[in-house]
C-alpha cells in the first residue's frame, strides 16, 4: 500500500439518492489505499442510496452537508456518476457553489460519467478538455469545453473519465493529481 495521499482529506460529493455505487465505491478505496481520507458530502444528512445502474445498491453514510462543509478543510473533489446524482447536485445551490468553490481554490477535483453536468452548472468548463458519459458531450460543448472521447482526461487540476470501464484510469489519475 502506497501512502501518498497520508494526511489528506477528499470530498465525495453526491445526491441523496441516484450515485452510481461502483463510481463513488472504487475511487473511496483507491483515496483510502493511497492513505487518503474520503469524507461523503451530501445535500441532507443521513445516508445516501447507491444505485447499479437503475437498481437500488447499498447505502452510504454521509460525514457532512454541503451546507456543513468547509472547502478549506479539503485537499481535493470526486464527483461520482450516475445519471440521477449529478443532475440533482446541479439543482442544489448549495452543492454548485461548493463544488465551484474546489475550482476557485485550485483544488484538484476528479469527475466521472454524468457528474460533469454539475461542472457545467458550475460554470467551470469553459475553455477545458474533458471527457464524460458521451450523451453529454452537447452540453459540454454548448458551455465551451472540448469535448473527447478518452479513457481519462487532465486538464490542468480537473481529471475526467466517461464510464465504470474507465475507473482503473480514473481512480490511478486521480489519486496522481492529490498527492
Not at 65 to 71: F, S
Not at 141 to 155: F, L, M, P, Q, Y
Request: with cysteine; aromatic share 8%.
Amino acid at each position: 500500500m502506497t501512502e501518498q495521499l497520508s494526511g489528506k482529506t477528499v470530498a465525495f460529493v453526491v445526491a441523496p439518492e441516484g450515485v452510481e455505487q461502483v463510481e463513488l465505491t472504487e475511487p473511496w478505496k483507491a483515496v483510502q489505499s493511497a492513505g487518503g481520507t474520503p469524507r461523503l458530502v451530501s445535500t441532507q444528512s443521513g445516508t445516501v442510496q447507491g444505485f447499479n445502474h437503475l437498481d437500488k445498491g447499498d447505502t452510504f453514510d454521509v460525514d457532512v452537508t454541503v451546507d456543513d462543509a468547509d472547502v478549506s478543510t479539503f485537499d481535493g473533489l470526486v464527483l461520482p456518476g450516475g445519471v440521477a446524482n449529478p443532475d440533482a447536485l446541479r439543482l442544489d445551490k448549495g452543492a454548485v457553489e461548493f463544488i465551484k468553490a474546489f475550482f476557485d481554490a485550485q483544488k484538484p477535483v476528479a469527475a466521472i460519467c454524468h457528474a460533469p453536468w454539475t461542472l457545467i452548472e458550475a460554470d467551470v468548463v469553459r475553455d477545458r478538455t474533458l471527457t464524460s458519459w458521451p450523451s453529454l458531450q452537447t452540453d459540454l460543448r454548448n458551455a465551451g469545453a472540448t469535448w473527447v472521447d478518452e479513457e481519462v482526461v487532465e486538464d490542468a487540476n480537473l481529471v475526467t473519465s466517461r464510464k465504470p470501464d474507465d475507473l482503473p484510469a480514473f481512480c490511478d489519475r486521480l489519486v496522481a493529481s492529490y498527492a
